[in-house]
Nanobody, 126 residues
Framework: QVHVAETGGGLVQTGGSLNLSCIAS????????MGWFRQAPGKEREGVAC????????YYTGGVKGRFTISRDNAENMLYLQMTSLKPEDAAAYYC???????????????????WGQGTEVTVSS
């Protein structure tokens, strides 16, 4: 079982930047694909970005491509999301999620991830 905890959320102005972090408490962190998902009030949870176990493969949903960067440090059991050029529509609770890897890619499908944290809130003021 994997326990994950997100930090780094907060209030930022439109166009600003924010860096999210996630620490995973599990041996064999590099057995897991990791992803960031978000959920705005009244909306379904949606995938933002995912990263393969090695970090060599990443995938982004279209709305954040070029603005967000996902990365991981397997030695430290850490996952990161660098967010730039933030827009009001990026405001949501952001969740770090983990799923067992089955190859050198990742899929941004919610049912591929088995563990998630409590989330960290991102607010973007216009």
């Amino acid at each position: 079982q994997v326990h994950v905890a997100e930090t780094g959320g907060g209030l930022v102005q439109t166009g600003g930047s924010l860096n999210l972090s996630c620490i995973a408490s599990a041996s064999g962190f590099d057995d897991y694909v990791m992803g960031w998902f978000r959920q705005a009030p009244g909306k379904e949870r949606e995938g933002v970005a995912c990263i393969s176990w090695s970090g060599r493969y990443t995938y982004y949903t279209g709305g954040v491509k070029g603005r967000f960067t996902i990365s991981r440090d397997n030695a430290e059991n850490m996952l990161y999301l660098q967010m730039t050029s933030l827009k009001p529509e990026d405001a949501a609770a952001y969740y770090c999620e983990a799923g067992l890897s089955n190859g050198e890619e990742c899929e941004l499908e919610l049912d591929r991830f088995e563990y998630w944290g409590q989330g960290t809130e991102v607010t973007v003021s216009s």
